[in-house]
């Protein structure tokens, strides 16, 4: 596609339930990464892949949150067990990672509100 | 620990007035890069402007430079001749290439442009 791709847009769960966001990067984009923005807040890192691979998983807040990348393409994040406090936007990002292109572009993110 | 700090939580500014937007961070190392993003309430992270931290030279997009002083670590945003479609939440961030190439961000700083 022409830009970074997230489904769905908005979601709405129940405490406790597991959810899965979707991100599409573009296509040849080898790096893919996963920000989250609490209201009103900055963006947090959460997790980069390189390929399939994810070297910092560092921003990850608890095992409740996973994340894996197939193919060098797709990414899915699965927070289970979902808790009031990951109400927020999840966004991704991909970029080329070619030097000296650091440029990361970003999806429109998901919306995860928790009841 | 590297960390970005945006003092302004809300500006505003007349159309067609300037208006600078402050940042600073704290970093150990020597290499890295600087962005200015912009957030319109699509909620899609648009690049705004880009500093490599061993370029002396001040960067410039059209309306939108930086003053970057690299020992104060400080890298302001200044808009000049501000329209109304500059109204969004303004982000700086910082990134060390050999870490992935994950951003570091700020709190933001929400701009309003009025007529």
């Known amino acids: 596609g022409a830009g970074v791709s997230q489904s769905p847009s908005n979601k709405v769960t129940e405490k406790g339930k597991d959810v899965e966001l979707r991100c599409d990067p573009i296509s040849g984009h080898t790096a893919l990464y996963w920000y989250r923005q609490s209201l009103g807040q900055g963006l947090e890192f959460l997790i980069y892949?390189?390929?399939?691979?994810?070297?910092?998983k560092s921003g990850l807040p608890s095992d409740r949150f996973s994340a894996e990348r197939t193919g060098g393409s797709v990414s899915t994040l699965t927070i289970q067990r979902t808790q009031q406090e990951d109400s927020a936007v999840y966004l991704c990002a991909s970029s080329p990672k070619t030097v000296p292109n650091t440029e990361a572009f970003f999806g429109q993110g998901t919306r995860l509100t928790v009841v | 620990a590297q960390t970005v700090t945006q003092s302004q939580p809300e500006m505003s500014v007349q159309e067609a007035e300037t208006v600078t937007l402050s940042c600073t961070y704290d970093t150990s190392e020597n290499n890295y890069y600087l962005f200015w993003y912009k957030q319109p309430p699509s909620r899609q992270m648009i690049l705004v402007i880009r500093q490599e931290a061993y370029k002396q030279q001040n960067a410039t997009e059209n309306r939108f430079s930086v003053n970057f002083q690299k020992a104060a670590k400080s890298f302001s945003l200044k808009i000049s001749d501000s329209q109304l479609g500059d109204t969004a939440m303004y982000f700086c961030a910082f990134m060390i290439p050999n870490q992935g190439g994950k951003l570091i961000f700020g709190q933001g700083t929400e701009l309003s442009v009025k007529p």
């Open positions: 892949f390189q390929g399939n691979s994810a070297p910092d």
